[in-house]
């Protein structure tokens, strides 16, 4: 869309005040989370808060959101433990729990406006790796499928694989989202096939053109959310 949120071009929603969408990732010194894991955990909390009803209509969390997603759409992880943890914790927003990963998302912020209790958590660390290889994707449920030429940090791909799943979100019916919900948000995260990377960023599905504020170059393609209501 020539108005797209996440596309480097100028456009409308740059003159917009600018929000963030903090998520913050726990990570035990000893005990980190799967990478894989990690990823589809935070792809579910930024689904987790669009489908909250603190975010809809006269709800606590919803002017943000609506100023949120009127400009430039800007997700941060930071990572965590534990003091850290519990004082983030401590702050509203909700917890996503997967296999083995924490995150929490909170209400968007101001660009430089974060509680203190998040400014000082750290977005380098983020690198995790997964112990196995992460299964087959179930072809019946949303895949968010990453750039397989592309070298993200973990940090960086939760981000991204949060900016496929809202894309999704936008692209599906209420009816579609009310089951996808009431389902609990199921979604895998995989890199694609190298061989059919291309296939995929031209098949119509949501595609994620990344801004480029951070470690890859602007206009990158980093995400394409293949959800089945929307093949």
């Given amino acids: ?112 406006g974060w509680p203190k209790d998040l400014a000082r958590l750290q977005v380098s660390g983020t690198d995790l790796d997964d112990p196995e290889p992460p299964v087959a994707a179930d072809p019946s449920a949303p895949v968010l499928w ?23 979100w936008w692209e599906l019916s209420d009816e579609e989202r009310a089951d996808w919900r009431d389902a609990g948000f199921p979604l895998a995260v995989r890199t694609a096939d190298p061989g059919r990377w291309g296939e995929l960023t031209r098949s119509g599905l949501p595609l994620v053109r990344d801004a480029g504020f951070t470690e890859i170059a602007p206009g990158s393609c980093t995400v394409v959310a293949d959800h089945p209501a929307l093949r």
């Fill in 1 to 112: 869309m020539s108005d797209s949120p996440f596309r480097s071009e100028p456009s409308a929603r740059d003159h917009a005040p600018q929000f963030v969408l903090p998520l913050v990732v726990r990570i035990e010194r000893g005990d980190p989370p799967a990478r894989t894991d990690a990823l589809e955990t935070a792809a579910r909390a930024v689904l987790v808060m669009l489908g909250d009803p603190r975010s809809a209509g006269d709800g606590e969390w919803a002017q943000a959101m609506r100023d949120w997603q009127d400009a430039r759409i800007r997700k941060v992880v930071r990572r965590a433990r534990g003091a850290e943890w519990r004082r983030a914790e401590a702050l509203a927003g909700i917890t996503v729990t997967g296999k083995s990963a924490q995150v929490r998302v909170f209400p968007p912020v101001p660009l430089d």
């Fill in 146 to 168: 990453l750039n397989p030429d592309l070298d993200m940090s973990a940090g960086k791909a939760m981000a991204q694989a949060g900016h496929g799943a809202q894309l999704a």
